[in-house]
């Protein structure tokens, strides 16, 4: 295992559920030589997250979060979703990007971010984009595959929670536009990757606690929540996006007077995940 990934896993008896955060971590290898100011790619990791959701292993549940940032090489995008006009060789497996990486340049090897310039002056080793997928984005597919597989194995059903950030207000690059956002975005691809009590569990709890929540708009949820849900054999995946504008200073990236507060709603969410997960 990746020393990388980490995996907290339940204090007690363990539930059939995992949460995981794929964007939150913020070691920058060495070798990323990037070009674009550090603190402006920090702005784009999921800051905290790992750590709001910090209380789930005392409800039964295991939280699997990477250390390496998004940018970097993003775990939440399938492994051929490359644009290797990006690289100074051939690369030697196939190729399918999609419309983030073709138009925004933010696949699987970030190239641009927003509208606010380009992360490297140079072109990418095949060597080195293999050593990242080799080193960072499979080690924690395993490790949260693993998890769940582990979970389904022993129960015969699990759900998975990808957890996420976004920022308070879209832009004119993002899919809602300049806009401000709702406090939590629900994804479930259309209903398609867990079951509706999932779903309804998730945004019923979020509303009670003083929420506005949005379903499937602009996330729906993308490759980890595509990959995990199969509901139809048990296997229930849902995204949450939480707006950072309710718990940190997106500018400096600092925690807010609100980080609190948030954190003990979380766990009213988890605890209201973890009610459910035992009756699926």
Known sequence: MSNLVVINRPLGDALPL????PHSGSIYPEDFNHV?????L????DAHIEELFSHVPDHGATLVHALF????????????DLDVTMFDGV????????HKTKARGIGLIWKNVKALGAVYDRKLTVAEVEKRLNTCWRPYHAALQGELDRAYAAHGKVVHVDCHSMASHGDHTTEDGAVRRPDFVIGDRDGTTCDPRLTTCVIETLQAC???????????????????GDPANNRHSIQIEVNRGLYMCEKTISKTDGYLALQ?????LTKAIAELTSEL
């Open 210 to 228: 003083g929420y506005s929540v949005s379903l499937n708009d602009p996330y729906k949820g993308f490759e980890l929540v595509r990959r995990s």
């Open 42 to 45: 920090r702005r784009s990791e």
């Open 264 to 268: 003990e709603n979380l766990k009213v």
């Open 69 to 80: 940032p998004r940018c970097y090489i993003d775990p939440n995008r399938n492994e051929d």
């Open 91 to 98: 690369w030697p497996h196939p190729v399918n990007p999609t």
């Open 36 to 40: 674009m100011d550090r603190m402006t």
């Open 18 to 21: 995992v949460f995981d955060s």
